[in-house]
């Protein structure tokens, strides 16, 4: 491999690895989400929180997908789906959105406020456990993985 230029990534899926990550940690918040927009909001709040969770769970699964098959293929097709994944993403949420505002259990204010807060917060939480280091690409090892050890 010496000499040769590094085209694609060979490595783990870490892309998939972290949105699983985050879609493990909204889970048990998942209730009281839904909870807070139902005690503010009423019913049409929680059903429209809950809506909102299922798409920033289904928006973090297609970025990982995306980066992690554009990154398999070439790193210049990583580069094109970061940017281009990012507003085709949005505008996929802004789609979905579009064609759910009208329905009789949505609560549009409920819906955006579960969208961002739920977005925002993943992202900042998500940043204590993901390592910035080439020998752990992903998550940050636990102290019990870097011993060698079984959770």
Do not use: C
Not at 92 to 116: E, H, M, N, P, R
């Amino acid at each position: 491999m010496s000499g040769e230029l590094l085209t694609r990534d060979l490595g783990p899926a870490v892309e998939a690895e972290v949105a699983a990550d985050m879609a493990k940690r909204v889970l048990p918040v998942l209730p009281v989400l839904v909870l807070v927009a139902g005690l503010i909001w009423g019913p049409d709040g929680a059903a429209s929180g809950l809506f909102a969770v299922v798409l920033v769970l289904a928006n973090l699964a297609l970025s990982a997908a995306l980066l992690g098959g554009a990154a398999r293929i070439s790193l210049t097709l990583l580069m094109v789906a970061a940017l281009g994944g990012f507003a085709l993403r949005l505008f996929l949420l802004t789609a979905v959105v579009y064609l759910v505002k009208d329905q009789s259990w949505v609560d549009i204010t409920a819906l955006g406020f579960t969208l961002i807060i739920t977005h925002l917060g993943l992202l900042i939480w998500e940043t204590r456990h993901v390592s910035a280091s080439l020998a752990y690409p992903g998550l940050k090892p636990t102290p019990s993985k870097l011993a060698g050890g079984r959770r």
